[in-house]
């Protein structure tokens, strides 16, 4: 059900390894060509654009797409006490995370006269995502939501993709949990157009629209499909992104002290959301493989999503992965840079510290990956596709800038006037040192 790749005897290069690790078939270039006339359109035609693309992809033409306010107070209050209880939980402990993250401003004294401060400014508005498709993601509404609030964002809009079965709008779970939030500026609309949207703004179409449905935003996060990537991708540098979401991961990194039934669990879970999904096992223990192995097909068979499950575990992002031993397993997930990475060895807190990249680690058996989609306090929209090797999960920086303040006295620029003038110089800029010395003249 799910291939082996066994390295064990290879001293692999950086570069053998990075090729070696599973990966997704998946190219946002392919999307390009089907994703910009969609983003023109909705620039020329704002709302109207989005009503007929809704009606082309998701066979719905929605009436609103702003949802009314009293929408989302009618989702909330039909909302099951249990589902709130736990969005409820999630928030507060989301909350305490994200706003622990926020950064103080610092002050450097350099000399009498010469100093630089730094603060952090959030940006004025942004436009998260909260994807439909397969499943229904309040919690990735909460992830957006809570850290943009503790970043101190003041203008918030949100969108998800409108749903057939509930008259246009998106999914009552996803409105409720903006209820909850206190986001009120929410929209049906879905894809690369809900992208374009934020991006660029959208004049509106009819009169519940208003002459503006939609101001642009400064940025935009929150994971979704292709068409979501390649839309993020093309509008990188109008509005800033905070990833290029690829297919959901999961890395496995354990020993002979490994849980086979655990593991297994784990690999499934991941392998649940998407026929895309990457489920990929770390082991130096044969015998935790073969285990794996002789489980799967009776734990997937079990499963409300077993074809779904079956296409993710069979397809060539996914694999059991031989090493010799817990430092060549490090280095295979180092080179592989999981979204979620799991520990499943002896001293797991120890081994956990020597990984580089993932985005986000989970620390032994108590420390699933579904504890962190949903309430562990850590953020679920994470680097995927190896970009942990230099991307971070989203979080409060997402959202701020940082900004120096540079306030010299006229005796600390004094000090300095001779050194500016000389590099100015040789720098062939001679007017930047005029600039301070005219200042002295």
Not at 5 to 25: C, F, M, N, S, Y
Not at 90 to 110: A, M
Not at 141 to 169: C, H, R
Not at 257 to 281: C, F, K, N, R
């Amino acid at each position: 059900m799910i291939r082996r790749i066994d390295l064990r005897g290879q001293k692999l290069t950086r570069r053998e390894l990075l090729a070696a690790v599973p990966r997704a078939e998946f190219s946002v270039d392919e999307a390009f060509a089907a994703v910009r006339p969609i983003i023109a359109d909705v620039r020329e035609r704002g709302a109207l654009a989005l009503r007929d693309i809704a009606e082309k992809f998701d066979g719905v033409r929605p009436e609103h797409l702003r949802v009314p306010r009293e929408k989302l107070a009618a989702c909330l209050d039909a909302l099951d006490p249990l589902v709130r209880a736990g969005l409820e939980e999630s928030i507060v402990r989301v909350r305490k995370v994200h706003e622990d993250q926020v950064p103080p401003p610092h002050t450097t004294v350099l000399a009498d006269g010469a100093e630089v401060r730094q603060k952090y400014i959030p940006v004025e508005r942004v436009g998260l995502y909260a994807p439909g498709g397969l499943a229904v993601y309040p919690s990735s509404v909460i992830m957006n939501v809570v850290t943009a609030q503790a970043a101190g964002v003041q203008s918030i809009a949100l969108t998800s993709p409108p749903q057939a079965a509930f008259d246009g709008y998106p999914h009552p779970t996803i409105l409720a949990a903006c209820e909850l939030l206190g986001v009120d500026e929410v929209y049906s609309v879905g894809g690369a157009q809900a992208v374009a949207m934020f991006a660029y703004g959208a004049a509106g179409s009819d009169p519940s629209d208003g002459d503006v449905l939609c101001e642009p935003v400064d940025v935009i996060t929150g994971p979704g499909n292709i068409w979501v990537t390649a839309a993020k991708r093309l509008v990188n540098g109008v509005v800033g992104i905070d990833a290029e979401a690829g297919p959901t991961e999961i890395g496995i990194l354990a020993d002979d002290t490994a849980d086979a039934t655990l593991v297994t669990y784990d690999l499934i879970g991941q392998a649940e959301h998407d026929p895309l999904a990457a489920s990929v096992l770390v082991t130096p223990c044969v015998e935790l493989a073969d285990a794996v192995e002789a489980l799967l097909p009776g734990m997937v068979a079990a499963t409300k999503h077993a074809e779904r499950v079956t296409t993710a575990l069979t397809g060539p992002q996914s694999a059991m992965v031989i090493v010799d031993d817990l430092d060549q397993g490090l280095a295979v997930c180092d080179a592989y840079g999981a979204e979620h990475l799991e520990i499943h060895t002896a001293d797991a807190a120890a081994v956990a510290e020597r990984v580089r990249n993932a985005g986000a680690i989970f620390v032994g058996p108590w420390s699933p990956v579904s504890l962190g989609d949903y309430m562990a306090g850590s953020n679920h929209v994470l680097p995927t596709g190896g970009t942990a090797r230099f991307a971070s999960a989203l979080n409060v920086l997402s959202f701020l800038k940082a900004v120096d303040l540079i306030d010299y006295t006229k005796a600390g620029l004094k000090e300095l006037e001779d050194r500016i003038v000389a590099l100015a110089n040789d720098e062939d800029l001679p007017a930047h040192g005029e600039a301070v010395r005219g200042r002295f003249e």
